[in-house]
């Protein structure tokens, strides 16, 4: 997450298939609840099981419809088989002048 600077990061299984998504907010929630150890919690228990996602042959503008629409950062790219293939930041976006 704070190594690409994006906020998030995929969970995938072992096809790379997109099982869920971890962000920074995830994190700060779960640093704010004793109740849970992250030394010993398991990532599913604190993931997004359900992200937002689009497709790889998507159109930018697509994106950041998408991203305001659910008043998100980021979305996960995905292929035709559900696979990620990479992430999109709206500050990618944002240099790329789509919005």
């Known amino acids: 997450m704070s190594r690409k600077r994006l ?21 700060r929630r779960s640093l704010d609840d004793a109740a ?3 030394r010993s919690t398991r990532i ?6 359900t992200p937002k996602s689009i497709g790889s042959d998507a159109l930018a503008v697509e994106a950041a419809q998408m991203m305001e629409a ?11 088989d559900g696979r990620v293939v ?14």
Do not use: C
């Open 44 to 49: 599913d228990a604190v993931m997004t099981r």
């Open 86 to 99: 990479g992430a999109l930041n709206i500050h990618d976006l944002l240099r790329a002048r789509v919005v």
């Open 7 to 27: 906020g998030v990061t995929a969970v995938v299984d072992a096809d790379d298939r997109l099982l869920g998504l971890y962000t920074d907010g995830d994190l």
């Open 36 to 38: 849970i150890d992250l």
């Open 70 to 80: 659910h008043k998100i950062n980021a979305l996960l790219v995905v292929d035709k």
